[in-house]
């Protein structure tokens, strides 16, 4: 069955966990989709986890529709979550409706994500009225860690608390349909998520969130630059990886690969007259 808005508003009635995660490309998305996952965010992270910048800010709309699209072509029933990257939502109503558009139009993405509390507000509203639903996204907001002074666990102390408690109010009151929280104490991610009526994604939010997300390549042992103290490491596919290029090189070199049934045959009579 295809994930909707209504299944996340569904679940946030019923108590129901949310499971998402990340994908950037077809194979990966069938993959997770096939496995059931509630939704699928092609998270600007693909900066990093993708294509090897150090940050997110680089990342840019066409990066963002290019994976958009591959990724929705894999999911079928997954809800697909297109973030929207740096710069595409900050420079004006205008823009951020039409970028968000071309999330729907190019991307065939079921809705967008955007980073930012009640600053970003007019422009969920506006999206959300062009019919395009928003996820909002607070906490440690990646696209801002030059001004936030680096990845950093955020909500601390009172006045910062208090501030994403206003966000989390705000974004929801200006028609989000969901919330990521990242980086934030769990007794507080749970305070936020018991007050709204919308559902909160955690990612190092702790267990009282509504539902949780995290980078796929982080959690199957696939990225290895930087591992956030909130990512459990599932499976070790990047070991997997590693052991079958191994073999893959050894019997390239000595010659066992490939064999008769990997090859394809002709007749001798037309070899012979060559
Ligand atoms: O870009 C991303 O992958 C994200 C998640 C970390 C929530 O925004």
Do not use: W
């Not at 910048?53 to 994976?67: F, K, P, R």
């Not at 936030?148 to 910062?160: A, E, P």
Request: net charge negative.
């Amino acid at each position: 069955m295809k994930n909707t808005v209504l299944t996340f508003k569904e679940a946030k009635k019923n108590g129901n966990k949310l499971s998402m995660i990340t994908a950037y490309d077809y194979s990966t998305a069938k993959i997770f989709d096939e496995e059931g996952i509630n939704s699928i965010l092609v998270g600007d992270s693909l900066g990093m986890v993708m294509l090897g910048y150090e940050d997110t800010l680089s990342v840019t709309m066409e990066d963002m529709i290019h994976h958009t699209a591959a990724v929705s072509r894999g999911a079928k029933n997954a809800l697909v979550v297109g973030d929207m990257p740096f710069l595409s939502y900050n420079l004006g109503i205008h823009d951020a409706v039409k970028n968000a558009g071309r999330f729907m139009k190019e991307g065939r993405a079921d809705c967008v994500k955007l980073e930012g509390g009640k600053e970003v507000c007019d422009v969920i509203r506006a999206i959300v009225d062009a019919k395009i639903p928003v996820c909002a996204h607070i906490g440690l907001t990646p696209q801002a860690i030059n001004a936030l002074g680096g990845f950093k666990v955020q909500g601390k102390n009172l006045d910062s608390a208090k501030k994403l408690m206003e966000d989390a109010l705000a974004v929801q009151e200006a028609g989000a349909f969901a919330v990521v929280i990242e980086c934030v104490p769990d007794a507080l991610a749970e305070k936020i998520s018991k007050m709204l009526n919308i559902p909160t994604i955690g990612i190092g939010a702790g267990a009282g969130c509504d539902g949780q997300v995290l980078v796929y390549q982080d959690m199957l042992g696939m990225y290895s630059d930087f591992t956030p103290k909130f990512v459990k490491k599932f499976s070790d596919v990047g070991s997997q990886m590693r052991d079958g290029v191994k073999k893959y090189m050894k019997e390239v070199q000595d010659g066992t690969f490939p064999e008769e049934k990997h090859s394809f045959k002709i007749d001798k009579e037309i070899i012979d007259k060559l």
